[in-house]
């Protein structure tokens, strides 16, 4: 009743709620006698989301806290990382809103794989939809795998070199390796002892370990047969008993 009250006459009410520190009440409502009243709030979102609640307006005063939500189909920060790839590309203006519209049908992936090593900056985040953490030509890998319902917990693109070796831990163990096995007729391999990604062609003399180009492939193949990806590793999950990790 306060708050509706509060609303009705433009002033604002606040709970204490027994056992709570009364004196941080006390302050605020202090605070806002001396402030004016907000009578619209406007958030700048920096990209237009699909759902949003906005702040409830009456009741609010200069210096308050507003909490608003909104959901997006791409966390923002990929937006942005993917506006600079793409100016860096010399493809601005190509995106727009979630779709990406080239100006040709096909774009060099060695002219790609180098303007995304200019852009990208470290190691996986701590989570898996954070592209412009990720190291490169991993995070497509990490964010399918992720969505079709393996955990990651770490990767590494190698560092270039010949020796350079990429890697990718996951969760439930063996699981990533089947999938990788089976899109690749056994060509892309995961070592389940050391989490190493290897990638073994047809000629056994052409044995390549450090070739990135085909973690594009698998990425690109796991988001494409994701939907039935995902119904085989809920079978495997079960079938084996694997036992997913708590978050």
């Not at 999950?237 to 997913?244: H, L, R, T, Y």
């Amino acid at each position: 009743m306060l708050r509706r009250l509060a609303d009705k006459t433009g002033g604002a009410a606040e709970v204490v709620y027994p056992g709570e520190d009364v004196g941080p009440a006390i302050k605020r409502h202090a605070r806002r006698i001396f402030s004016s009243s907000v009578n619209r709030t406007d958030i700048s979102w920096p990209t237009q989301p699909q759902e949003r609640i906005d702040p409830h307006a009456p009741g609010t005063f200069s210096g308050d806290t507003v909490i608003a939500f909104a959901r997006f189909s791409e966390p923002p920060d990929n937006l942005n990382y993917l506006n600079r790839v793409l100016h860096t590309a010399n493809l601005d203006g190509c995106l727009h809103g979630d779709t990406f519209s080239p100006p040709a049908t096909s774009f060099p992936e060695s002219r790609w794989l180098r303007t995304v090593e200019r852009c990208h900056g470290g190691g996986e985040g701590s989570h898996g939809h954070d592209l412009g953490c990720m190291d490169t030509y991993m995070a497509g890998l990490a964010r399918w795998t992720n969505e079709i319902g393996i955990d990651t917990a770490g990767s590494c693109d190698g560092h270039g070199g010949v020796l350079g070796r990429p890697l990718i831990g996951s969760s439930p163990r063996g699981c990533l390796r089947a999938v990788l096995g089976i899109l690749s007729n056994g060509q892309w391999q995961l070592s389940d002892r050391d989490n190493y990604l290897t990638y073994r062609p047809p000629n056994p003399t052409l044995v390549s370990i450090y070739d990135r180009y085909w973690l594009l492939d698998a990425a690109e193949a796991i988001h494409t047969k994701r939907e039935r990806l995902e119904l085989f590793v809920a079978d495997y999950i079960e079938i084996s008993g694997a036992v997913m990790p708590a978050l």
